[in-house]
């Protein structure tokens, strides 16, 4: 008993290690969760085009999950597979501090007010927020393996887990709420999207689940008869996700009408990023796809030399992906050209993030690469 | 080493350690063939082959651009580097490669290794078997990359990789289907209670048993919990240190109660064939039932029906024969794989055939196989032929006057063609030149036809084979058995009427019949042929079994002896009453000549048309090991230094750089300073190796207890392997070698100039069961002239003899003997020594010590106990064998007077723990006085080691 809590109190003290000195100041411009929005459109809120210039290089010292970094505030938070988030300073590329977590972080952690939640993939406390100006864990849950990217709405957080559990808690004050559960058949991998009226969510029994944020009540199911890791995405009534069957799918908000439907022919790991009435998504085969968000007609191709399977970005007019060829690229969203492109170190799996006219990018090399745009708007 | 194996390996494997080359015996890998290379880079991939099968190697490439695109798919991760692939244009070929140092068994079919990353893969005439190995291999590599990055991402140590029936099973789930031989071998299992479960995998490890479980388990999980479980064990395998927990947490189920739902899913599935099929020994009679029989022929020796038959029944593949009346035990024809011309049969791909007194067999001899003539009257081999264009022949078929032979071979491009041998002129006509694989001739009765099986139809592009005839009249070819399934082994009844194969149309194969008496081939006959109606034949089963029957033979009243699997074993059955089991078949299939699709398929290629794309290979060197230590011994003290070796990528050029100091003080670091560099040279058949060296410190003599000495010496080798056969080989040495001794607790001082010329034939044929040789003999015979050029302070011959023969008394028995003389004479002669478990059993280790040695042993080995299973609540110690031995050794060392005979008797017990190590404990009496007086109390040994 003695070892145990001697044990339980290392980890309080290694995960209270972190402190910051000052309020972080949420705002719109703030990229907070997973896909910046709810809906997971992955869009940035700044506008920044090629040319850039690499600034800094930031060693993490692990690898990265599918979309490992949030921003708040000129601070960078990147969540590595070795359970530790690093607090980097974007202006100097310098480490802040550490926040250690009981586990590999295979999801987004998410940011409010000035604290940040934690979800991990393997261990006891699998969600557990941090306050970072108290350095102190405030709430920890033990819900199962996490590897969907928790969705963070009005004052609520909807987590889904590997057990196949969604829960709905509400986080407005220290002590998390539960406000209700739903249980799917299997594992949830697919990170949950939401309108503000409906929570959706792939499952890897291929079915793509809408339940109401309310109630938590199922509202309809679409089976695509394949399982789904990707996340998925809300746009204009439609919900967009693909599928490990090479199928993306665009569904009705309503009532999981099947829209339309694209067959790639190749394995779909990643989620997609929505502009106006452009999407975007790539495949395994290294093939990315620009689509009517309409009907799904494809607009224009583009070849990756290797493995898309993480989410895109948009920024202004320009779309940028990252591959397993090591690349990332910077692609017109109008006609598909290659604008830019930097081939890193390693294998990029993960989704960029921008904060003004800085774009980051994790790549496989346990670098975070700071690129600086030399023509912001 | 991952490798993909097929039924051969099962049975190999349990005398894998035969291959191994231990001390100073040990069988050769001889590069009879002297490769030119090319290299053929394409997007992921730099192959590398010979320029004769580049046809092949085009093809290759295109198959492994293909596997590449759909495997970075699944496994969601991409190889970051070119990958090395080494293609060989047959299986003789890839055994002498360099790429792996151990000799290459005839079961497997490829290999990756982890060192240099390199996928090493034989064709073997089927392009469809070529495509599934490079898929095969690949997976390995996607496999290793996927789980060291799982691992690095996390910061974990990535030694640890999933357990080899996953390895395996999911390189065979996500490369080929499940196929005949596959659900031949799990039905076997499940009805004749062998089949292993997941939790006790370990106890088939590396059998072809384990490859096809993990397959079936790997579908199953699929199928039942979603095929994107497979992924998930992958990306989940950082979550723990046991590969059952990340089972575990990845299925919801551990072992033992995935086992409860596997197991009763394959019962389930099973049982009920025992309601409509039958075991073999049900319903066929038992001819030959122990061992791997396989390739039957009947023939008619006067009064007798007598099967010859090729079989694995001791641990060598020999051609037996057997009386069908008589009932006695197989008699053995042909002694194979102990001699230089009867190197290796291929146990499950070569025929045999007997007509007119005559036997013509196959067997892998030298570089190429050849055809051997044996007369069955003089009873013996009467002819040998091997073909400089023909690599590998793969079946063979008397004419009716046993004049000529047909037969099925592949050339140095790869292709597998098919023949006519004139055995009078010597003359060889090639029938079909093209890549579509030509196997298994047999010969018509009348002489006018030829049937054999081929890929050459559409569904052969998906591995099936089916039977074609080729009429030796108007040389062309003909369809013949024709549909979405495969046969094999065709053979015409005596009379000409019928043709029975094997097919696998209901799923795993059966004996099947055709009647050449049906309409269809008498209006052929009458010139009619093109009528209506007479489009359609008839194709009967006249086996239904529960697991498998092929290679049928006829004989001449009426019977099928065949080769069925039964409780693992390739038995000789024998079906009766074929005439009424023609009548009354267990399925009829009907095959219409009319809907025959004659398209013929390819496979796409990717050249190396740019002069970029083919380039000559050149020596690249690539370090193999680098490893730096510093050690401590009671003894010499610390002692710090690095070895490092490096090599080309084919493995034909090797530097081996050993550099070290043992110095004690800072004084004595220059004085200390050990190197050693040497360069091994294995691309021709003599292999050399050439070297210099410096070595100085503090030595200790172990020949001479008082003696503790410094020595320094420098000096250059040179060193020849030239290998006669895999059996036989002559080595010799030459080193020029500065020794200075000084004597530390003395003051003497000895320096001398050291040339040393030694010359050794060794000879090694052994057969080895899981703790030592069983079968066979080896020897090694030294001469060695050291002498002092410079001081004549040193002077001496020695010669070495070391005999060992093992009489094989049953399968699992033997009595081995070894007589050894050890012989040094002439100034500062060395000393040799013994006593101890490795030679004179019941005496102190290396206690005995002499300048001569003699020394005889005898052993009768025998098993102890098979199966040594401990269960303990937290696990369990599985033990596969313990062999016994009882020993009679004697001898002694001398220097100058002979004084007495030492001895010992004994009774001994040895284990083999996973392979790598036996350990041995003895218990005995010593005899003492020259043999006439017991040890009072007995002796107790413990030590590990192989038997001699």
New interface residues.
């Given amino acids: 008993m003695k070892k145990i809590s001697i044990f339980l109190l290392l980890v309080f003290v290694s995960c209270s290690a972190f402190k910051l000195e000052k309020n972080i100041i949420l705002g719109e411009f703030n990229w907070i969760q997973y896909g910046n929005s709810p809906e997971n459109l992955n869009v940035s809120y700044f506008n920044i085009s090629p040319p850039f210039q690499l600034t800094w290089k930031y060693n993490a ?4 999950s599918y979309a490992p970094m949030i921003v708040a505030d000129g601070i960078l938070f990147i969540a590595t ?3 530790e988030i690093h607090a980097v300073d974007i202006e100097t590329g310098k480490k802040i501090g550490i926040i250690e977590a009981e586990s ?1 972080i295979s999801a987004t952690p998410v940011l409010y007010k000035n604290k940040i939640v934690i979800p991990t ?2 261990s006891k406390n699998t969600l557990q927020a941090l306050d970072l100006n108290l350095g102190k864990v405030i709430w920890r849950e033990k819900i199962g393996e996490i590897e969907a990217s928790p969705l963070f709405i009005y004052d609520n957080l909807i987590v889904a887990t590997i057990d196949s559990h969604v829960i709905n808690y509400q986080i407005k004050y220290d002590i998390p709420q539960k406000i209700w559960e739903f249980k799917a058949s ?1 594992p949830i991998r697919s990170s949950p999207a939401s309108d503000g009226n409906a929570i959706v969510f792939g499952c ?1 029994d291929g079915n793509v689940y809408c339940i109401d944020f309310e109630t938590g009540k199922l509202r309809w199911k679409f089976n695509t008869n394949s ?1 789904i ?1 990707a996340p998925v995405s809300i746009h204009k009534g439609k919900v967009f996700v693909g599928a ?1 069957n090479g199928t993306f799918y665009g569904l009705d908000l309503k009532n999981g009408d099947l829209k339309w439907k694209f067959q790639t022919n ?2 779909i ?1 990643g989620g997609c990023a929505i502009k106006d009435s452009l999407l975007f998504f790539g495949t ?2 290294g093939k990315f796809y620009a689509l009517r968000e309409k009907d799904g007609t494809v607009l224009w191709t583009f070849s990756a030399k ?2 898309i ?1 993480s989410a895109p970005l948009v920024s202004d007019n320009v779309v940028f992906i990252g591959s ?3 690349n990332i690229y910077a692609i017109d969203i109008t006609d598909g050209k290659l604008l830019w492109n930097y081939e890193t170190g390693g ?1 990029v799996k993960s989704t960029p993030v921008i904060w003004k006219n800085f774009i980051f990018v994790a790549s ?1 090399d346990r670098m975070v690469y700071a690129f600086k745009t030399q023509r912001s708007k | 080493m991952i490798k993909f194996i097929n039924l051969v390996l099962c049975f190999l494997f349990l005398y894998s350690n035969c291959l191994a080359q231990w001390y100073y015996f040990g069988r050769n890998k001889v590069q009879y063939t002297e490769f030119q290379w090319d290299i053929l880079k394409t997007e992921h991939f730099d192959i590398y082959y010979h320029p004769e099968m580049k046809d092949i190697a085009e093809r290759g490439a295109y198959f492994a651009e293909e596997a590449y695109a759909e495997l970075q798919e699944k496994f969601n991760i991409n190889i970051l580097n070119k990958i090395p692939l080494v293609f060989y244009s047959s299986h003789l070929y890839f055994q002498q490669t360099n790429t792996t140092p151990g000799l290459i068994p005839e079961g497997v079919g490829g290999f990756f290794e982890f060192i240099k990353g390199r996928v090493v893969i034989p064709f073997d005439g089927s392009l469809y078997q070529f495509k599934h190995v490079i898929k095969h291999e690949l997976i390995h590599v996607f496999t290793l990359h996927k789980v060291q990055r799982v691992l690095k991402d996390r910061k974990q140590p990535t030694e640890k990789m999933p357990p080899l029936w996953f390895t395996e099973g999911l390189a065979e789930f996500w490369s080929t289907k499940w196929d005949n031989q596959a659900e031949m071998l799990l039905r076997d299992a499940v009805l004749n209670g062998y089949i292993v479960p997941l939790s006790e995998m370990d106890r088939i490890l590396g059998t072809f048993l384990m490859y096809k479980e993990g397959q079936n388990i790997l579908e199953y999980i699929a199928q039942k919990y979603g095929e994107e479980k497979i992924l998930l064990l992958l990306e989940n395998f950082w979550k723990a240190n046991s590969f059952e927990k990340v089972f575990e947490l990845t299925i919801g189920k551990n072992y033992k109660q995935f086992d409860e739902e596997w197991l009763y899913h394959l019962k389930k599935k099973y049982y009920p064939l025992l309601k409509y099929n039958d075991p073999p020994s049900a319903v066929t009679k038992p001819l030959v039932v122990e061992g791997f029989n396989m390739k039957p022929v009947f023939y008619r020796n006067g009064d007798k029906r007598e099967i010859y038959f090729v079989g694995n029944i001791t641990g060598y593949t020999n051609i037996y024969k057997i009386d069908l009346e008589s009932k006695t035990k197989p008699k053995i024809v042909i002694e194979g794989e102990r001699s230089d011309k009867l190197e290796a049969f291929h146990l499950f791909k070569t025929k045999i055939d007997v007509k007119n007194d005559k036997l013509a067999f196959i067997t892998k001899s030298g570089d190429h196989d050849a055809i051997h003539i044996y007369d069955l009257r003089s009873e013996k081999i009467t002819d040998m032929f091997q073909f400089n264009s023909l690599v590998m022949i793969t079946s063979l078929s008397f004419s009716p006057d046993a004049e000529k032979l047909a037969i099925t071979a592949i050339d140095k491009s790869g292709y597998s063609d098919i023949y006519i041998f004139d055995l009078k002129t010597k003359n060889l006509k090639k029938l079909t030149n093209d890549f579509y694989d030509d196997r298994e001739v047999a010969w018509s009765p009348k002489g006018d036809k030829i049937a054999f099986i081929s890929d050459r139809m559409n569904f052969g592009i998906d591995g099936k084979y089916n039977i074609f005839l080729y009429d030796v009249n108007e040389d062309k070819i003909e369809y013949f058995i024709y549909g979405n399934f495969s046969c094999s082994s065709p053979s015409w009844a005596p009379d000409g009427r019928f043709l029975a194969f094997s097919s696998d149309i209901d799923g795993t194969q059966n004996i099947w019949v055709i009647d050449l008496s049906q309409k269809k081939f008498i209006a052929e006959l009458d010139g009619t042929f093109n009528l209506n109606g007479y489009e359609e034949v008839e194709i009967k089963q006249i086996t239904n079994l529960t697991t498998a029957a092929f290679d049928p033979t006829w004989t001449d009243d009426g019977r099928i002896v065949c080769v069925a699997l039964e409780n693992l074993k390739f038995q000789i059955r024998m079906i009766e009453n074929v005439y009424e089991k023609i009548e009354k078949p267990n399925f009829v299939q009907k095959i219409n000549y009319q809907t025959i699709d004659k398209n013929h398929w390819d496979t796409p290629k990717i050249h190396g048309i740019q002069k970029v794309n083919v380039t000559t290979y050149r020596g690249k060197y690539d370090l193999d090991i680098a490893q730096s230590q510093i050690s401590t011994d009671p003894i010499f003290g610390t002692v710090g230094g690095a070895a490092i070796a490096l090599s080309d990528l084919l493995g034909n050029e090797r530097y081996y750089i050993l550099i070290y100091n043992t110095a004690q003080t800072k004084d004595e670091i220059l004085k200390s300073f050990n190197i050693a560099i040497s360069r091994v040279s294995l691309s021709k058949r003599t292999n050399f190796a050439y070297g210099i060296f410096h070595l100085a410190g503090r030595r200790y003599d172990l020949t001479d207890p008082d003696l503790f000495y410094y020595e320094k010496a420098y000096g250059g080798y040179f060193a020849l392997s030239y290998p006669i056969s895999v059996f036989r080989r002559v080595e010799a040495s030459i080193m020029l070698n500065r020794s200075d001794k000084e004597i530390l607790f003395g003051v003497r001082e000895r320096k001398a100039m050291l040339l040393s010329n030694s010359l050794s034939y060794i000879f090694d044929n052994s057969l080895w069961s899981p703790t030592g040789p069983i079968d066979g003999k080896r020897f090694n015979i030294t001469l060695a002239y050291t002498t002092d050029i410079q001081f004549s302070n040193v002077n001496y011959y020695t010669f070495i003899f070391d005999y060992r023969h093992y009489f094989r008394l049953s399968t699992r028995s033997a009595y081995a003997v070894r007589l050894t003389l050890f012989y040094n004479e002439g100034k500062e002669a060395r000393r040799w020594f013994m006593g101890g478990s490795w030679d004179l059993r019941g005496y102190e280790r290396w206690s005995i010590r002499g300048k001569k040695l003699w020394f005889v042993s005898q052993e009768l080995r025998f098993p102890f106990i098979d199966k040594f299973d401990i269960k303990f609540p937290f696990g369990g110690i599985f033990i596969g064998s313990i062999r016994g031995a009882l020993f009679f050794d004697t001898g002694n060392a001398w220097d100058n007077k002979y004084t007495e005979t030492l001895g010992s008797v004994g009774f001994g017990i040895r284990f083999n723990i996973g392979g790598v190590i036996v350990l041995r404990y003895d218990v005995g009496k010593r005899l003492e006085n020259n043999l006439s007086k017991f040890q009072k109390s007995f002796f107790h040994q413990f030590f590990f080691g192989w038997d001699f």
């Fill in positions: 010292g692990a690898g990265f597979l070795n359970g590999a993939a393997h299997k890897d399982p890791f490990l190749s394995k790991y395994a085969s290797s493995v399977n397993l060829d090591k294998r496989e």
